[in-house]
């Protein structure tokens, strides 16, 4: 089946450590995208790529990174320089045409222990 | 400008009942406006989309409209069940070659009761 896995499910961080959020997709998407949704809060755009080798900052970038090395892949890694990091983390990808629509992974949970 | 305002925040309909969640934008280069539906601990799915060169769209129970000139959209719930309590957001963007920057208004979170 097709569709955007991203793993793991739960994430724990401890203070001055880097993690790393995988998202792999098998809908042959051009484009990726990373969002960080928090209670109350609409979904805000992290990072983004439009094609391999090639990524944009978002509305809220400070304190994370990613990389896209491989079309399927599009990993971010939120740095000890975040200083909010919990919340629920949440990949997308889409076609590169018009209006395609965006679709979603399940997410990654990330909290602070 | 580039806000999307969603309210209300919650909403608690019964069984039957039509919800009907509202959504305001100020930037008028926005010229597609997708709703999603979120289930705790899943991603959001698209549920339906719009542009503004149409008033109305149905897809099943779910119904869009939209009012260009006040800037407003909204989306309802036909006939609604139990199984559509989720989390709802409305999103904008506007056509970007290569790119859909989606803006998102903040959600509404629907119960249905039995």
């Known amino acids: 089946d097709g569709g955007i896995t991203q793993s793991p499910k739960y994430l724990f961080r401890k203070e001055g450590q880097n993690v790393t959020l995988s998202c792999e997709q098998n809908?042959?998407?051009?484009?990726m995208y990373w969002y960080r949704q928090d209670p109350g809060q609409g979904l805000r755009l992290i990072y983004y790529?439009?094609?391999?080798?090639?990524?944009q900052k978002g509305d809220i970038a400070e304190g994370y990174s990613v990389s896209r090395e491989k079309k399927e892949s599009f990993p971010l890694t939120v740095t000890s320089a975040q200083k909010n990091p919990t919340a629920f983390y949440l990949c997308?990808?889409?076609?590169?045409?018009?209006?395609?629509?965006?679709?979603f992974g399940d997410g990654t949970r990330l909290s602070i222990l | 400008q580039q806000q999307v305002k969603q309210s209300p925040q919650s909403l608690i309909v019964q069984k039957g009942g039509i919800p009907i969640i509202n959504c305001a934008y100020e930037?008028?280069?926005?010229?597609?406006f997708p709703w999603y539906q979120q289930f705790p601990g899943k991603g959001p799915a698209l549920l339906i989309a719009?542009?503004?060169?149409?008033s109305e769209k149905k897809e099943g129970r779910f119904t869009i409209s939209f009012n260009k000139s006040a800037k407003q959209f909204s989306l309802h719930i036909m006939d609604s069940q139990p199984g559509d309590s989720a989390t709802y957001f409305c999103?904008?963007?506007?056509?970007?070659?290569?790119?859909?920057?989606?803006?998102f208004g903040t959600g509404t979170r629907l119960l249905v009761s039995p």
């Open positions: 719009i542009r503004p060169d149409v």
């Open positions: 997308a990808s889409s076609f590169s045409t018009g209006h395609a629509p965006q679709h």
């Open positions: 930037n008028t280069a926005f010229d597609y």
């Open positions: 809908l042959n998407h051009d484009a």
């Open positions: 999103a904008a963007t506007k056509r970007n070659t290569g790119f859909q920057k989606l803006v």
């Open positions: 790529s439009q094609i391999v080798n090639d990524f």
